[in-house]
């Protein structure tokens, strides 16, 4: 037998190498944009590392910023300048609308506003968050509601404060935004900042989502052997898609006990919106019960784009945006004197108040350009498009390199550098149309979330500055912030934020 394989083995390596030439010849011809040179079977994988985003733009230095690599069985094409991503997403956004959905969570989520192909049942729910939650008297309705949920932690951190106990910034940013977002779902809180109810529980389980669903998998990269779950972690997201589906049905059903009333107030919450539109005859918005459960998670879990407006993505921003300004102390004494020069002795940030405070605003801007919620946004192609005289194959799966874009040193001075105040001597917006700054996305998937996102985290970390003095423990004053970044659907700190708090 030994001697057989012997015999054969010349003969299969020879076969082999004339599939490698042939597919490379192949490769060629496609007029692909530049990128480089696949190796047998695993293409570019080898290039990624642990932080994909730092790496592809490693590879855009190289060969530029429209560049396709191969990665497994899936030809990827990755976009790192605001030039062209113009092509991608404003005169080509229809053709490259659609989502490429991680093999991991694609059962749970396939019905979601976040990966549904903008067909009639994404246009109906992005209608319905766009009337119901996200919509400008809406929000205002809910002022009250967020003012509540930023008092309590500014009461929270007074407590820590007068304990000595260091502040996990983003902990207690995560369980404010959940409660701000389950006020506005199921009209009640999930938790409380003194981890009593499922914050323990709740938290964990959206960061493995998360990881789970950015962590590279095989079958992501050869979908022809999805079905084997080679590493596991559709079986993985399976069981913590379990865990949430539990916490949403349970309120489902409680509501459907206890009616629309409540005290004897009517409930107008958005699981109310949401019951009234599925008892519907003629099912005008297509919910279903998979729809219903997979748009509650995503309000929770998977904030668009792959974007800030969910508890985990808001609550890395101001992690971030805390950990920057301790880093920077001439930024941070910057924000508190306009914050001390525009609320005075009030001590009550109104959101009406943020379009008076242009620093304020700048800091997070310059947040949002250094560490964007999600580094990676994923496209696909609807069908095969000539862009900049490359061809961008059908099904091809499209990155957005945000990460890179705003490192662009075409665009951005210093751009390592934590410096707001490039935003106060230039007029640039996050909310699509300047693509030098599209953390929200742009175009059809632009985040339905951003309105409240703006105003919640402008709000929170107003309060967090205006509210306390900020200090390092003495061991990492010592050694400085860790900065590193974890990768996944969106991008965390590895190290989370813990300073003390000094009321002011």
Not at 72 to 99: I, L, P
Request: aromatic share 8%; with cysteine; charged share 25%.
């Amino acid at each position: 037998m030994a001697a057989l394989i012997l015999g054969w083995l010349p003969w299969l390596l020879l076969a082999f190498l004339t599939l490698y030439l042939l597919d490379l010849i192949i490769h060629i011809h496609r007029r692909l944009p530049p990128g480089p040179r696949p190796l047998p079977i695993i293409g570019s994988l080898h290039l990624l590392g642990d932080q994909p985003h730092r790496s592809l733009a490693g590879l855009a230095e190289k060969y530029g910023p429209l560049t396709s690599l191969r990665l497994g069985a899936v030809t990827t094409v990755v976009v790192s300048s605001a030039d062209v991503a113009r092509e991608f997403v404003q005169k080509h956004d229809a053709v490259f609308a659609d989502r490429s959905i991680p093999d991991s969570i694609g059962e749970h989520t396939k019905n979601s506003v976040i990966w549904l192909y903008p067909g009639p049942r994404w246009r109906a729910l992005r209608r319905i968050m766009a009337t119901e939650l996200f919509s400008p008297h809406q929000l205002d309705a809910l002022q009250n509601v967020r003012q509540e949920k930023v008092e309590e932690l500014v009461g929270h951190v007074a407590r820590l404060a007068r304990e000595g106990t260091p502040v996990e910034v983003g902990r207690v940013a995560f369980t404010t935004s959940l409660n701000l977002l389950s006020r506005t779902i199921f009209s009640r809180d999930l938790t409380s900042l003194d981890d009593r109810g499922a914050s323990k529980e709740f938290k964990p389980v959206i960061t493995d989502i998360m990881e789970a669903a950015g962590s590279p998998n095989f079958s992501d990269f050869y979908p022809a052997f999805a079905a084997i779950d080679l590493q596991g972690w559709r079986r993985q997201c399976a069981w913590l898609f379990r865990q949430l589906h539990r916490l949403f049905d349970a309120e489902m059903d409680q509501r459907k006990l206890r009616g629309a009333r409540e005290n004897g107030k009517e409930k107008d919450d958005f699981l109310e919106v949401l019951l009234r539109l599925a008892a519907r005859d003629d099912d005008m918005a297509g919910l279903d019960g998979d729809t219903r459960r997979s748009l509650f998670i995503v309000r929770i879990t998977f904030p668009v784009l792959l974007l800030i407006s969910g508890s985990d993505t808001s609550s890395s921003t101001m992690e971030w945006a805390m950990a920057e300004l301790l880093n920077n102390p001439v930024q941070l004494a910057k924000a508190c004197d306009e914050l001390a020069h525009v609320v005075g002795s009030k001590r009550r940030i109104e959101e009406s108040k943020i379009v008076q405070l242009p620093y304020l605003q700048a800091v997070v801007k310059e947040k949002l350009r250094l560490h964007p919620p999600v580094p990676l946004l994923p496209h696909r192609a609807k069908m095969e498009m000539q862009i900049m005289g490359y061809t961008i194959p059908k099904g091809a799966k499209i990155l957005i390199n945000v990460w890179a874009m705003g490192r662009d040193k075409l665009i951005w001075t210093e751009p390592e550098k934590f410096m707001p105040e490039r935003f106060i001597k230039r007029t640039i917006d996050f909310r699509g149309g300047d693509l030098e700054l599209i953390p929200f996305g742009a175009g059809r998937r632009i985040c339905p979330g951003m309105p409240l996102a703006i105003r919640m985290v402008h709000v929170v970390l107003a309060s967090l500055l205006m509210h306390f003095k900020w200090r390092l423990p003495d061991d990492v004053e010592r050694n400085g912030i860790d900065m590193t970044e974890k990768f996944g659907l969106t991008l965390v700190k590895a190290i989370p934020l813990s300073t003390l708090a000094t009321p002011t």
